[in-house]
């Protein structure tokens, strides 16, 4: 098998055999070349490929798999947990909530400090759904054993569509350290390997209809399989198109029959977008190497993640990271060839789709590139077997991007863009795709024609609609930063809010779990680290209260002589200091109630209906109670008294209520276009006025003792939902 006739223009090799159909490639595979028999210079080549192959197998079987067999890691944990909900008939609404989803895990015992849900589809917690009758270890000692097959298979379907040798296929998947962290963390790419390699098989034999619907699954797993769906209608194959939809509309509605509705809106509404923005998690983080991360990290002022950007300019982020991705992606479309199907070529045009779609992604950590195990036996075939040195050299590029990484430390200005090699490398790896495609079109004599003319018009379309997307979700993004408190730098996300005086309590997610803050000035100070989380604080009347999670919260105060609060959770005090409110949960649902302190002899009561879900709430003065809950659907505000008795607040889709210590005044956060903002409402005659109006969350808001001030949590300029303390006055 002869394929580096694509290159012979740029290596001046002799003029080679016009490539055959897939199906003549087998007889022309069969006969051995030098290399093969083992004769001179290639038999030392074919034994030190194998020897790297045992070497890098062996170093696989005692350090990764070793480590993954013994402990959990991330992020099997995360499809656990919420297949496990699942499973067990609780409410999965709110399972993309950091500390929601961190409580359910911890109730399950689950040895893992930190476990989230952003940015993953919970289509593909499915895939360990029948595990979830076993601990969470011993599920993935089964889910280790099934991705092991998983592999094995796609190396089968690799072989038998390339025609390549076992010894570079298992050379090719033995180079891969993405592979090795996949099994590392018991994530499920290798799943996704074997989805889209099988799409591509039944591609290649006319199975058109049930290749689509391979990466229609392939989509509900990971989104971006979706630009599959623009190939389709490039190469004018509406089978597979039709498949496709058929694929993705069946994984949605799997998904949605046993996750409901509302989760999937959270996911469409708020999740995807910042996703698709590069902020699903911390956009400045050069680690992740990706296209997002380094313009972010160019162009983008945030006070505690990137003081020091090379230019202050949001803008050009707007700008350039829709142009700059379809500069990649945009090759990999307009080569495809409408009309014709020989197997070389639609190999290496699937090739080029995942490539340039690897090379975009906004959360391209080295896991994700467990998939180029699929584009390098496609660019292995069509080297061919004689140049060894430029199998070698698309080997080391393929082994670079998944290796290289990026560096976070010492990449103030412009220096970030030294940080980001794996990105160079991906976008390298796609160039030499491109140039393969480019050369068969010149051997073919394609024309571009005014179908690709067309194409090329529609895809500047898409980016003039990115960019206008992109600044228009700019607008009052960065305003919520002159009211930024200071933050340890350590601290990933701050959340739920409460002023006892002149500090602010939180909840700090760091490295070592969630712990209680306390910030006076510009001073922080937490709770010591252990192996509970601390989920929920809250003050009133120089008390104290938090959260400590396990096995099972309970609420515990600050003096010896207060009482624990067994089988509760988010804490809440009235500013009196007579009551406190919690949430008690059953099977994910919880339900507000009230214990008077002071009175050791009253029996806590619940306050809400079983049939509400309730989320948040706050004192009025008289003890009545303001809380947000649901009830299968969007959540709203409600009142109730101690007695009982619930009335809506009719104020829309809303959470996070919070009443003034004068009881005049609430303020709450709204969900309006995916965003959650702040709006006042005046309790004496119901008139309101939104505070803040950005596409960013503003939540969790805590009056200070005037009842003019507000600290609240916001992600504005951030990861989503990964949120810094602000503190604003609102009343003057």
């Not at 400090?113 to 919970?122: D, K, N």
């Not at 075939?381 to 070698?392: I, M, Q, S």
């Not at 937490?526 to 192996?531: G, I, K, M, R, Y």
């Not at 600290?711 to 990861?719: E, L, P, T």
Request: glycine share 8%.
């Amino acid at each position: 098998m002869v394929g580096w006739e694509f290159l012979e223009r740029f290596l001046d090799k002799p003029q080679a055999a016009i490539w055959k159909e897939f199906y003549e490639v087998e007889e022309q595979s069969s006969q051995k070349t030098d290399l093969e028999s083992g004769v001179g210079a290639g038999r030392w080549i074919r034994v030190g490929e194998w020897l790297l192959f045992a070497l890098l197998a062996a170093q696989f079987c005692v350090g990764p798999l070793t480590d993954a067999w013994k402990k959990l890691n991330t992020d099997f944990p995360n499809y656990y947990v919420t297949a496990s909900l699942a499973h067990e008939g609780s409410d999965t609404s709110r399972v993309y909530e950091w500390l929601w989803i961190e409580r359910q895990k911890d109730h399950r015992d689950v040895d893992q400090r930190l476990i989230g849900m952003v940015p993953i589809t919970a289509f593909s917690t499915l895939a360990v759904y029948p595990l979830t009758w076993l601990p969470a270890l011993a599920a993935k000692h089964v889910w280790i054993v099934f991705n092991f097959g998983l592999l094995l298979a796609t190396l089968f379907l690799l072989r038998a569509m390339t025609r390549i040798g076992w010894r570079r296929i298992a050379l090719a998947a033995a180079l891969s350290l993405p592979l090795r962290v996949n099994f590392l963390f018991g994530q499920y790419y290798v799943l996704l390997l074997f989805v889209l390699t099988l799409a591509l098989y039944l591609y290649l034999r006319q199975r058109r209809f049930l290749a689509g619907v391979m990466v229609g699954i392939a989509a509900g797993l990971k989104v971006f399989p979706v630009v599959y769906f623009l190939y389709f209608v490039r190469k004018r194959d509406w089978r597979a198109l039709a498949g496709g939809v058929a694929g993705g509309a069946s994984a949605a509605a799997v998904s949605v029959l046993v996750f409901g509705w509302q989760l999937h809106r959270t996911y469409l509404l708020q999740i995807l977008p910042s996703v698709l923005r590069g902020e699903g998690l911390d956009p400045y983080n050069l680690r992740a190497a990706s296209l997002s991360s380094l313009l972010h990290r160019l162009f983008i002022y945030e006070p505690l993640l990137n003081p020091h950007p090379a230019v202050n300019a949001a803008w050009l982020f707007a700008v350039l990271h829709p142009v700059l991705q379809m500069m990649v992606v945009a090759p990999a479309l307009l080569l495809v060839a409408p009309k014709r199907s020989d197997g070389l070529r639609v190999r290496l045009e699937w090739a080029a789709i995942l490539l340039a779609s690897l090379a975009i992604s906004t959360s391209a950590a080295a896991y994700l590139f467990t998939l180029l195990l699929l584009p390098v036996c496609v660019v292995l075939e069509a080297v061919g077997r004689k140049l060894y040195w430029f199998t070698a050299g698309a080997l080391a590029v393929y082994a670079a991007v998944g290796a290289l990484g990026g560096r976070y430390e010492g990449t103030e200005g412009w220096s970030a863009l030294t940080a980001v090699p794996r990105f160079y490398a991906a976008v390298l790896f796609c160039w030499l795709v491109y140039a393969m495609l480019i050369r068969l079109r010149r051997r073919e004599g394609t024309r571009f024609g005014w179908e690709g003319a067309a194409w090329a018009a529609g895809l500047a379309v898409v980016v003039g609609l990115g960019v206008s997307g992109n600044l228009r979700h700019q607008r009052g993004l960065y305003e919520d930063y002159r009211w930024r408190a200071q933050t340890a730098k350590d601290v990933y996300l701050s959340a739920d809010p409460a002023v006892d005086g002149d500090a602010v309590l939180y909840v700090a997610m760091r490295g070592a779990g969630y712990q209680a803050a306390v910030q006076t000035g510009d001073a922080t100070a937490f709770s010591a680290a252990s192996e509970d989380d601390l989920l929920g604080v809250s003050a009133a009347g120089g008390r104290r209260w938090v959260e400590r999670t396990g096995h099972a919260s309970a609420i515990e105060p600050d003096v010896a002589s207060g009482a624990v609060v067994p089988q509760a959770e988010s804490p809440v005090a009235s500013f009196d200091g007579r009551w406190l409110a919690y949430l008690r949960e059953d099977h994910g649902r919880g339900r507000v109630w009230v214990r008077e302190l002071g009175q050791p002899q009253s029996a806590d009561r619940p306050v809400t209906p079983p049939e509400l879900n309730a989320m948040e709430m706050s004192f009025l003065p008289d003890g009545q109670l303001i809380f947000s809950a649901a009830s299968g659907g969007r959540p709203g505000l409600f009142t109730t008294g101690q007695g009982g008795g619930v009335r809506s607040l009719a104020a829309g889709e809303a959470r996070y209520p919070a009443v003034s210590p004068d009881g005049r005044w609430l303020a709450y956060s709204a969900l309006q276009g995916g965003s959650w903002n702040l709006w006042l409402r005046n309790l004496e005659n119901g008139r309101q006025q939104r505070l803040t109006n950005a596409e960013c969350n503003n939540m969790s808001p805590a009056w200070t003792a005037d009842s003019k001030t507000l600290v609240y949590a916001s992600d504005c300029g951030r990861a989503l939902w990964f949120s810094a303390i602000c503190r604003r006055r609102v009343v003057q």
